[in-house]
């Protein structure tokens, strides 16, 4: 009766379940063609929408002779490849475009940075920990009402107008939905987990970078998303108001030399680049993480 | 169990593994406390195979936590070798009743994570748990992520993850084999005798199946419901490997289930006069 699994494993002494092959060969094929044939449909109606736009929007600027405050999107183009291929290398009075562009993206980084590494850890921590959740909710919830952007008054009181006052209020406005996520995360962990990892040798500093925090990403994702495109909108507000470069300083610049064409290509570079920093932060994350272990 | 074991120094070993003292404790229920384990005193000695039968809800999983360190008695105590239990350990390899799997580890890392925290060098971590992986037949699925899995794979990853813990002297499993299909589960009984036989660790094994609790264990606490307490004990005395279809065999188990009929019975009656 003993079957002795010991040393020599005889092959097929347990049953293995799964028989692994590869799909048949017309099936396979109808899934690639079928999938080929769904996505050439999606980006043929994609591309219909924008182009339906593009056209209003260039029939409006020519049929109402609007050109001086809507530009055609044609002449926005053209702008935008100018200024990226430097024909003019100054943005108006300032420096050239990428100077702006990396001064909005270190601060970006420096803010949003500074929140996560924070407020992640921070929500863990309050998440699991009754004492001080109890201590540190009160102050958390009286300040978090407070919009970002009615804190740059204060960071220019404190900081005068510049970088540290526009990182300041990016900081503030990055902190709360990573904090909040990573808590509410940290608080929905499946206790059997934690006690999986206590019993299995983790505990303290290794219980929580081990399991609590794996455990966490999904809910540490949606706030590193949720952070990013309120940093991002911020660094924006922030500049307008308290700096002289960056994107946000690009479009006041652009208002005040009553230059239409350049308020909007400076407002298509904060789009794409809003859109970039996404997909290379959070995205880059997700393919790390829930993207490889959670069911498809 | 007739001579208390003998360890390597030669001495009879008199501290018993696990010693349980007027064990008492309930659990918040629907209007009111509902009193899940009561005045259990139980003594396990090395190299004891103890299995716990008993029906649903009458404490045996409470119990094991209790042992794991994961669950402070309101009242009594349990004392591991000795000592009162502070906490979890890996001096005891554990089966949850669910298999409790990191969802973002591959199955052969999931394995490997009692090993991780213990710094076993990572070569070694990774022969051992790829050896135990072959053993529960799941070497070939080594890389896949928990998800990938059927629920009878699962359970074999979590009984994998705490048979690679070699630290571990007390085994404590519940319910380990349930979700496994009947071929799987009869060779990893066997795997699991056969192991203990040669290894002697002392293994508490709770199961709702009584034909694999006589197959098993050397006795067999029957525990009776509301409020969840000692039942009976049974010794088994039979050499191993046992043979099913004996007649001692059949007779065991019959008398174990009509036990367990009593008891559960009684137990209904009990809640209709107070009802
Ligand atoms: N975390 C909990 N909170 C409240 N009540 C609980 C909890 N865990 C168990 N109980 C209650 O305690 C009693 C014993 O539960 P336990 O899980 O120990 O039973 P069991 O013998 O393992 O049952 P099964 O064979 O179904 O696994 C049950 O009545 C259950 O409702
Ligand atoms: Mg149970």
Redesign the interface.
């Known amino acids: 009766m003993i079957i002795n699994t010991e040393s020599s494993l005889p092959p097929g002494t347990i049953q293995t379940g799964a028989g692994y092959s590869n799909p048949p060969m017309a099936f396979s094929d109808y899934e690639r063609s079928k999938k080929r044939k769904e996505q050439f449909r999606r980006i043929r109606r994609g591309a219909t929408g924008v182009i339906v736009v593009l056209l209003l929007w260039h029939v409006m600027a020519v049929a109402y002779n609007l050109q001086l405050i809507l530009p055609t999107p044609i002449s926005v183009i053209q702008r935008i490849y100018g200024m990226l291929t430097l024909d003019n290398t100054r943005w108006l009075y300032g420096p050239n475009v990428y100077v702006h562009l990396l001064e909005s993206l270190r601060r970006l980084l420096l803010g949003f940075g500074l929140a996560a590494i924070l407020a992640i850890p921070f929500g863990l921590l309050v998440g699991r920990i009754r004492t001080l959740r109890e201590y540190v909710e009160p102050i958390i919830k009286s300040i978090y009402p407070i919009p970002g952007i009615a804190w740059i008054p204060l960071a220019i009181l404190w900081f005068g107008l510049g970088d540290t006052a526009v990182v300041f209020v990016v900081f503030m406005t990055a902190f709360f939905p990573m904090f909040f996520n990573a808590e509410a995360g940290a608080r929905q962990i499946n206790p059997l987990l934690v006690d999986a990892g206590r019993c299995f040798g983790a505990k303290g500093l290794s219980l929580f970078y081990r399991v609590i925090l794996p455990a966490t990403v999904p809910y540490i994702t949606t706030g590193l998303r949720i952070s990013l495109g309120g940093a991002w909108k911020m660094i924006v507000a922030g500049e307008m108001l308290a700096s002289s470069q960056g994107v946000g300083f690009m479009l006041m610049e652009a208002r005040f030399q009553f230059r239409a064409v350049d308020l909007m290509t400076a407002m298509i570079l904060i789009s794409i680049i809003g859109y970039l920093t996404e997909y290379l932060i959070v995205r880059l994350v997700e393919k790390r993480t829930t993207e490889k272990w959670e069911v498809r | 169990m007739g001579q208390p074991p003998i360890n390597s120094t030669g001495e009879a070993r008199t501290i018993p593994v696990i010693e349980a003292r007027g064990v008492d404790h309930y659990y918040e229920g629907q209007g009111g406390w509902n009193h899940a384990l009561s005045n259990l005193n139980l003594t396990i000695p090395h190299e004891e195979f103890l299995c716990i039968v008993g029906p649903s809800g009458c404490g045996k999983s409470t119990f094991l936590k209790i042992v794991?360190?994961?669950l402070k008695p309101m009242r009594g105590q349990v004392l591991l070798e000795g000592k009162p239990i502070e906490?979890?350990?890996?001096d005891?390899g554990?089966v949850?009743q669910?298999p409790?799997?990191?969802?973002?580890?591959t199955v052969i890392e999931n394995v490997e994570?009692?090993l991780q925290?213990?710094k076993v060098p990572k070569a070694e971590a990774r022969r051992r748990a790829q050896e135990v992986l072959?053993?529960?037949?799941?070497g070939?699925?080594t890389d896949l992520?928990?998800?990938q899995l059927?629920g009878?794979?699962r359970a074999r990853v979590a009984v994998a993850?705490a048979w690679a813990?070699r630290s571990a002297n007390l085994l404590l499993m519940d319910e380990p084999f349930a979700a496994i299909?009947a071929?799987?589960r009869m060779?990893?009984q066997?795997?699991l005798?056969?192991?203990w036989m040669?290894d002697r660790r002392t293994v508490i094994y709770i199961t709702h199946d009584i034909d694999e609790a006589v197959y098993l264990g050397d006795r067999i606490l029957l525990m009776r419901p509301s409020p969840g307490r000692i039942g009976r004990f049974f010794e088994v005395n039979a050499p191993r490997?046992?043979?099913r279809s004996s007649a001692e065999f059949a007779e065991l188990k019959g008398l174990i289930t009509e036990e367990m009929h009593r008891f559960s019975s009684e137990n209904t009656s009990i809640q209709e006069d107070a009802a």
């Not at chain 2, 409790?100 to 580890?105: D, G, I, K, M, N």
Request: proline share 6%; aromatic share 14%; no cysteine.
């Open positions: 794991m360190g994961l906490g979890p350990g890996t005891r554990v949850f669910e409790a799997l990191f969802a973002w580890r994570f009692g925290m213990q072959d053993v529960v037949g799941l070939h699925v992520y928990p998800y059927s009878g794979m993850r813990l299909d071929i799987n060779a990893l066997d795997y005798v056969d192991t040669k490997p046992r043979d």
